[in-house]
């Protein structure tokens, strides 16, 4: 069946360092790929999506591309910030079914210090 | 402001008791969801309804059940039946269940089992 597998956290970086979440999945056919953000005692957030290959999703400075070749979509930040802290799930929703749920990954859980 | 909105935020149920989540959205989408989240297990769905009158059980609705009555409401019923209750319930709500559409998602509801 379909999945997504993220690298397991807890991540801790340094304010302004340089963020890589990886996110990997298995589907058939060609899914739309979305990555959330809970932040502590809340609900999640669409962070961005991507629903075709090559496509770029971005925001508040965080991008991700979705490779189809390589059947990823890595999470990117230049520069984080302390209120970057979070947890950062990647997701994917693949099309034709009657589903229509998100398969989510087991979340990556990213401290960053002043 | 549109969004969807969940009571109570915090719940405390006896062994044998069953209780009802609320979940209501005012963004006039179609499709609603209920997932569970356990730490360190992402998200599993529960229940999904592509619209009124009609529901389909997901992954681990067992001991669950659920109603959708009105097109903004869709309240889960966690039973007596239900082995482990304890978690995070989030409710989520997308204009159809299309793959490129995007869920939003409720601030949960944390059950706790004295």
């Known amino acids: 069946g379909d999945s997504v597998t993220q690298m397991e956290g807890p991540v801790t970086l340094s304010e302004e360092a340089f963020l890589t979440i990886n996110c990997t999945y298995t589907a058939t056919g060609y899914p739309s790929l979305f990555w959330y953000v809970q932040y502590p005692g809340e609900g999640l957030q669409l962070l961005l999506k991507?629903?075709?290959?090559?496509d770029k999703g971005s925001n508040k400075g965080f991008e991700a591309t979705y490779r189809k070749e390589t059947t990823s979509f890595h999470l990117e930040k230049g520069s984080v910030q302390v209120s970057d802290s979070a947890v950062y799930f990647c997701a994917l929703r693949t099309p034709g079914g009657s589903q229509g749920n998100l398969i989510f990954g087991k979340g990556t859980k990213l401290s960053v210090k002043p | 402001d549109g969004g969807i909105t969940q009571s109570p935020k915090y719940l405390f149920r006896k062994e044998g008791q069953n209780v009802t989540l609320s979940c209501e959205q005012n963004l006039n989408h179609d499709a609603m969801y209920w997932y569970r989240q356990d730490p360190g297990q992402g998200l599993r769905l529960i229940y999904y309804?592509?619209?009124?009158?009609?529901?389909q059980k997901g992954d681990i609705a067992e001991g669950y059940s659920v109603s959708r009555e009105k097109k903004e409401s869709f309240p889960l019923t966690v039973t007596s039946a239900q082995k482990n209750p304890t978690a995070f319930y989030l409710c989520?709500?997308?204009?159809?269940?299309?793959?490129?559409?995007?869920?939003?998602f409720g601030p949960g509801t944390r059950l706790t089992v004295l």
């Open positions: 989520a709500s997308s204009l159809r269940t299309d793959s490129y559409n995007e869920q939003f």
């Open positions: 309804s592509q619209i009124v009158n009609d529901f």
């Open positions: 991507a629903t075709k290959a090559d």
